[in-house]
């Protein structure tokens, strides 16, 4: 499968959350973070906020490290979810919409309580939790 996503970079303010999630599970890679950041957002029922991004940092990452063996199905949760979303799926929008869904995962993430491994563990039942009490 082709994917459009050779690399993408992370914002400032992202970067400094990253590097707190970093510190407080003992994850050292960014791309195990962003993976679960990625998977955080997905699993929010509304649509990313289109607001542009602040400045971009000095991270980059290239798809293959960020997907690992698991890109041809992230890439198709991606694809689905603009599908669901009422996007359409060419190239340049599911782009944008990886890039807004990293972004917004990272700022869920930091504001999720995360202070352990355990607690990101935790969170898909959480936040199952969550969803069947509203």
């Not at 690992?68 to 599908?83: I, T």
């Not at 944008?96 to 202070?115: C, P, V, W």
């Amino acid at each position: 499968m082709e994917i459009p996503i050779r690399k993408f970079r992370i914002s400032t303010v992202a970067k400094d959350q990253l590097i707190r999630l970093k510190r407080f599970t003992g994850i050292g890679q960014w791309n195990i973070l962003c993976r679960w950041a990625f998977m955080r957002s997905l699993a929010e029922p509304t649509k990313p906020s289109p607001a542009p991004l602040p400045g971009m940092s000095n991270v980059e990452m290239s798809w293959e490290v960020f997907a690992g063996p698991w890109g041809d199905v992230l890439w198709m949760l991606l694809r689905e979810r603009c599908h669901q979303d009422g996007f359409a799926t060419d190239d340049e929008v599911l782009v944008e919409q990886f890039r807004l869904h990293i972004h917004r995962g990272i700022s869920y993430l930091a504001t999720d309580g995360i202070k352990h491994v355990e607690d990101l563990i935790a969170l898909p039942s959480k936040l199952q939790l969550e969803a069947t009490s509203v």
